[in-house]
């Protein structure tokens, strides 16, 4: 059964790393590099897995591969670190486990090996986070006790390309991490097409990401444009929300003091409310 939506949205880590025509090679390095193994392409079979995620989701897409059919690795690439990522990666990796697993054989008396999973989260943000750290689905169990389940997901803070916490040199993930720098300092959120375009020729200038970024260079501005419109729409909503949680205190607050009869001017000053606003509120407590 094969996982791949030619709708699937795809960011520029997840091209890399997987759609792109060198995603197989550019993979198996990036995986060496965090785990230390040591695979080469013309001596593995390697299948990519793809699952289809809902709207939002689909912009920090895992890259998920299945490794000479024994190993089944899923690595994101992370702005901001979720710490529900190991039970996304419970629902992902089960997922994949349903398409691999014969429907005749789960009830068969004889075990049905699957492959072994391995979870990473390449992380590249402005907080200031270790070098390594992981994720454990046990963390969100209301009590932590002997349970059977667990699933650990390994956080590599590559945020600094010089300081790459990796096992084996990886150069496309060095090179990567580089790209990422350049458009974060060269972003202009008033002509974001413009600063995404600039920061292709600039690294295509130096080196970096070249052969990819000359071959694709429109389909990366399309990936960097959504990805861009996706993170400022959430920082909006978040703001929003914000405001809204503010204004609901001002609210009660200034309805505790109408009740104890403080002066408008007084309620005014200490909520930040509008003369209006709080007659309005004078008007509806004496109308219930």
């Known amino acids: 059964m094969s996982f791949i939506n030619r709708k699937y949205k795809d960011s520029v880590f997840t091209d890399l790393f997987g759609s792109d025509r060198d995603g197989k090679k550019n993979f198996l390095e990036l995986y060496n ?9 013309e001596e593995v079979s390697i299948e990519r897995k793809v699952i289809e995620q809902s709207l939002y989701k689909t912009y920090n897409n895992d890259v998920s591969w299945e490794i000479d059919g024994k190993l089944i690795v899923l690595v994101e690439h992370q702005s901001t670190i979720n710490e529900n990522m190991p039970f996304r990666c419970l629902e992902y990796v089960t997922r994949i486990y349903e398409g691999i697993f014969p429907q005749n054989k789960r009830y068969a008396e004889n075990v049905f090996k699957i492959p072994n999973p391995d979870f990473y ?19 969100a169990f209301y009590k932590k006790d002997s349970s059977s389940l667990e699933l650990i997901v390994k956080v590599r803070n590559c945020t600094n390309p010089r300081m790459l916490p990796i096992a084996k040199d990886c150069d496309i993930l060095k090179q990567y991490c580089q790209f990422i720098e350049i458009v974060e300092r060269t972003f202009n959120k008033r002509f974001p097409k413009r600063s995404f375009k600039k920061a292709i020729d600039t690294a295509i200038s130096q080196g970096i990401l070249s052969d990819y970024l000359d071959r694709k260079s429109r389909e990366v501005t399309n990936m960097l444009c959504a990805k861009y419109d996706y993170k400022m729409d959430i920082a909006v909503k978040q703001e929003e929300a914000y405001e809204k949680g503010v204004q609901k205190k001002a609210i009660e607050a200034a309805k505790k003091m109408l009740v104890k009869n403080y ?22 407590l004496h109308k219930e």
């Open 263 to 284: 002066p408008f001017s007084d309620i005014c000053e200490i909520t930040d409310l509008s003369q209006k606003q709080v007659k309005e509120l004078y008007d509806e």
């Open 121 to 139: 989260v390449v992380y590249i943000g402005k907080k200031d986070l270790p070098l390594e750290q992981e994720l454990r689905l046990s963390d």
């Open 33 to 41: 590099g965090l785990s230390g193994s040591d695979y080469k392409l």
